[in-house]
């Protein structure tokens, strides 16, 4: 069993609901949503996040629209869908559910104290 | 001191000196041949490019003008190796990738080619060294006296080079995976290095064989020249011919829809189209017409596209919504001819005639003189213009006058003179041809030893469509003499003997051997000279 396929695993699984977070509040592009990504060590290096986005793009979960930047290349501006919206309610459920989970299995003698 | 190049990444303009290009150009073919399965690559390339533009962007600050290998290495440490950007939907995909085996595919090995890389190529397919294909080839040869080199050429001609790093790991059947995409473009540049360090007996052996490829790769490309030209020239042809065909279509269908509002100007008799089958049909003639229109056009317009392909390659991808509908559309004209054809041979299955005779009397010495007869009501004189059209009575009732009435002369076989006057018509079963037939007005009358024949039968507008007439059978004694009035031209069967002579509807006739023999003619017998009967 490879530890780091393993880690790699974890967090690519929650990347999506950390990205659909990251936009609930506002509207960003890559170079943004990769910023806060990278300050939460979420991600390490920057290549995965595009297909990622691609994908939620074409599940329309998300979508954007183009705005001129200063000195650079156009930039995509990335915003939650209604769809993409219910998404993000239901995955904050699911995930909620699943720290108890978690908590509950990791730390037994701690609740079993309680 | 290195060269530098302009490239050009989401519209931005960078200098980039040329091992940098190169390692980003790995890099970015690493990442594509990674996401082949992604359905949105090029949005994703296009993404990524437009980042990688804005990282360079901000490594060009101060007073860097050019990009060199370090930068694109440090780009390539923030955006991650390409198996980075896999994001597979499930945990085993990460794990199958590895194990997907491609089918090997044929391609021809340029890289270890002597002439063309088949033989090469058809070693890896093969799994065999290239000296026993190219052995094979040689012994092949010779065997079929040569003839075998055109399958060799054929294969040439047909198998695909491979060019891109995934078509050689197919080639080799090797998995299109990230490591060994890697290891190959690794190699590449270990052969480009080898080449300048080493001077070695490996390397003159090689550079012999690629000057014989070389040569042969010269001999390719005129060929390929060549078989450009003869393509376009093709093309011109097939343009030209569809080109032409499309318009006098065109011309012809605008022409028929023309002739069908000014009323009936018989086209079948003009021999310029055949549509007896499907007038008689009972389906409207518009739409035969314009179902033979689709069922020749469309082929016409497909070739037509297809040589304006042939003529100028850059031309804009042939949307396929557009080849589908018509070529359903095609198959629906078809469909339609086919069923007008079937329809057409049902309703005309069997004829069906209602008869009646009437004997003449005549003594051997009367004369019998046949007239058509017309009508002021319905035409100006009998001509039969196999004409058929819906007027009117004198009572103002809608009725079918119709011209199709035949007149043959007949041997009597017992020296008696008669006349046979059939009414027939053409259905599914003979009873519905005999209740049509019987529906026929036809009018004639003998007058002591003159027949006065109607030129025109009427029916009711509703066998319009039909197939039908009037066939009228005069039985003479083989002596009889006979008269005919010049308007019975058309509508007699008979030929006449001879063929054409002076003042021929003044003769007299008998009937000898089912020809109107000419008795009171002047005639040329063989010897050319002038003789009186």
């Known amino acids: 069993m490879n530890i780091e396929n393993t880690k790699a695993q974890m967090r690519k699984g929650i990347l999506e609901y950390c990205i659909l977070s990251i936009l609930k509040n506002k509207d960003a592009y890559v170079a943004e949503i990769l910023d806060e990504l990278k300050s939460a060590k979420l991600i390490v290096v920057e290549g995965t996040i595009y297909p990622l986005l691609t994908r939620l793009k074409n599940a329309e979960l998300l979508e954007y629209r183009w705005e001129e930047s200063t000195g650079g290349p156009p930039r995509k501006y990335y915003k939650l869908t209604s769809t993409g919206q219910k998404f993000l309610d239901e995955l904050s459920g699911s995930w909620k559910d699943l720290q108890i989970a978690v908590k509950t299995i990791t730390n037994p003698k701690q609740n079993n104290h309680e | 001191m290195n060269k530098t190049l302009d490239i050009n990444i989401a519209n931005q303009i960078f200098h980039i000196d040329e091992n940098a290009y190169k390692v980003l150009k790995n890099y970015l073919d690493a990442i594509k041949s990674y996401l082949a399965n992604e359905n949105s690559r090029d949005e994703i390339i296009q993404d990524i490019e437009s980042r990688i533009a804005e990282l360079f962007i901000e490594r060009m600050i101060s007073d860097k003008q050019v990009i060199t290998s370090e930068d694109v290495k440090e780009i390539i440490k923030i955006m991650g190796e390409p198996q980075d950007y896999d994001i597979s939907e499930d945990e085993d995909t990460q794990q199958t990738h590895h194990k997907q085996y491609v089918d090997k595919k044929l391609y021809r090995d340029k890289e270890n080619s002597y002439i063309s890389g088949v033989s090469a190529g058809l070693g890896h397919y093969l799994g065999i060294d290239v000296v026993w294909v190219r052995l094979l080839w040689i012994l092949f040869t010779i065997f079929s006296t040569g003839w075998f080199i055109l399958i060799y050429v054929l294969l040439w001609i047909l198998v695909p080079e491979a060019r891109t790093t995934a078509e050689k790991l197919a080639m080799k059947g090797e998995p299109?995976?990230?490591?060994?995409?890697?290891?190959?473009?690794?190699e590449g540049y270990d052969n480009v290095s080898e080449k300048i360090k080493d001077v070695d007996v490996k390397k003159h052996s090689k550079q012999a064989q690629s000057n014989i490829s070389s040569f042969f790769n010269q001999v390719e490309k005129i060929a390929i020249k060549i078989g450009e030209v003869l393509i376009k020239i093709i093309g011109f042809f097939l343009l030209v011919f569809s080109g032409l065909g499309l318009i006098s279509l065109l011309f012809t269908a605008l022409g028929l829809g023309g002739v069908g509002l000014f009323g009936n100007i018989d086209l079948i008799e003009s021999g310029i189209i055949r549509l007896d089958g499907l007038i008689y049909s009972g389906v409207p003639t518009w739409l035969a017409i314009i179902a033979t229109f689709i069922a020749v056009a469309i082929p016409l317009i497909l070739v037509f596209i297809f040589s304006l392909k042939m003529l100028f390659s850059n031309l804009k991808r042939i949307n396929r919504t557009f080849i589908i509908s018509i070529v359903a559309l095609w198959i629906l004209s078809i469909a339609t001819l086919i069923f007008i054809?079937?329809?057409?041979?049902?309703?005309?299955?069997?004829?069906?005639?209602?008869?009646?005779?009437?004997?003449?009397?005549?003594?051997?010495?009367?004369?019998?003189?046949?007239?058509?007869?017309?009508?002021?009501?319905?035409?100006?004189?009998?001509f039969k213009h196999n004409e058929e059209k819906i007027t009117y009575d004198k009572n103002d009732n809608k009725i079918l006058y119709d011209s199709n009435v035949d007149v043959k002369f007949n041997h009597s076989s017992d020296q008696v003179a008669y006349i046979r006057v059939s009414k027939w018509t053409y259905a599914f079963d003979e009873n519905k041809a005999r209740n049509q037939a019987s529906l026929l007005t036809y009018n004639y009358e003998i007058d002591a030893n003159q027949i006065l024949l109607d030129s025109y039968l009427l029916s009711p507008p509703e066998l319009v469509d039909n197939y039908l007439g009037i066939d009228i059978d005069i039985?003479?004694?083989?002596?009889?003499?006979?008269?005919?009035?010049?308007?019975?031209?058309?509508?007699?069967?008979?030929?006449?003997?001879?063929?054409?002579?002076?003042?021929?509807?003044?003769?007299?006739?008998?009937?000898?051997?089912?020809?109107?023999?000419?008795?009171?003619?002047?005639?040329?017998?063989?010897?050319?000279?002038?003789?009186?009967?």
């Open chain 2, 176 to 186: 299109i995976n990230l490591s060994n995409i890697e290891k190959k473009i690794k």
């Open chain 2, 341 to 382: 054809g079937v329809n057409s041979s049902l309703r005309e299955r069997v004829s069906g005639e209602i008869v009646n005779t009437n004997s003449l009397n005549l003594t051997p010495q009367d004369t019998l003189f046949i007239k058509m007869r017309g009508n002021l009501d319905y035409t100006v004189t009998p």
């Open chain 2, 475 to 533: 039985y003479v004694p083989e002596d009889l003499k006979i008269k005919l009035n010049e308007n019975t031209k058309d509508f007699l069967e008979n030929y006449f003997h001879p063929i054409e002579s002076e003042n021929k509807f003044d003769q007299i006739y008998v009937l000898n051997d089912n020809k109107l023999s000419c008795s009171s003619c002047k005639i040329n017998d063989n010897t050319g000279n002038p003789i009186e009967q």
